[in-house]
């Protein structure tokens, strides 16, 4: 009970005005000196992708994941896998859109969807498209017959959504 005494006491004095003003003043200035500090506290650090090493992990994954499958092809042998990609992953950044009509005139505006505060906003990455693989080098042990290379090409051409003419296969010493 003498915590509300002591408000009632606070606020019904002569100085409740100045004391109002003093906390108001002092809480604007504890959000100024917030917004000046960097990063403490709970908040992670906002990760910037790197497109280039992205793009190299994607394409080791599904060199691995390409020479494991086409090793289970019957006479295959040991297989060795390499890919191109014609471009990096890509982002997609998540957008705001804005119409409005007047009597002959229709206007459109497009704005990024930000996040964060102050000095770190970054746009809001929507989605991430890998990158596109272009061609394949293929070499095996057992590509030294017609059936092998066949079937070698076609499932190679079925995995990677690429052509056969985009698809090298030769055999592995």
């Known amino acids: 009970m003498r915590l509300t005494d002591k408000l009632r006491e606070l ?16 809480g604007l200035l504890l959000i100024l000196l917030s917004s000046l500090m960097p990063g403490t506290g709970s908040k992670e650090k906002s990760k910037v992708p790197d497109p280039d ?3 190299a992990v994607y394409c080791s994954e599904t060199e691995q994941r390409l020479e494991g499958f086409l090793s289970q092809i019957e006479g295959a042998g040991r297989v ?3 890919l191109t990609v014609g471009s990096g992953e890509q982002y997609v950044y998540a957008k705001e859109a804005k119409s409005s009509r007047s009597e002959n005139k229709t206007e459109e505006e497009e704005k990024y969807v930000m996040t964060g505060g102050g000095s770190e ?6 989605t991430v498209r ?44």
Do not use: Q
């Not at 606020?11 to 002092?26: N, R, Y």
């Not at 906003?121 to 929507?126: G, S």
């Not at 057992?142 to 990677?160: F, H, K, M, N, W």
């Open 80 to 82: 060795r896998v390499y």
């Open 53 to 55: 090493a992205d793009t």
């Open 11 to 26: 606020t019904g004095g002569k100085h409740s005005k100045a004391l109002v003003l003093i906390l108001g003043a002092a």
């Open 130 to 173: 890998t990158p596109e693989i272009t061609g394949a080098v293929i070499a095996c042990t057992g590509c030294g017959d017609p059936a092998v290379t066949e079937r070698i090409y076609r499932a190679a051409s079925a995995a990677l959504g690429i052509p056969t003419g985009k698809i090298y296969v030769t055999t592995l010493e």
């Open 121 to 126: 906003k970054n746009a809001l990455i929507e």
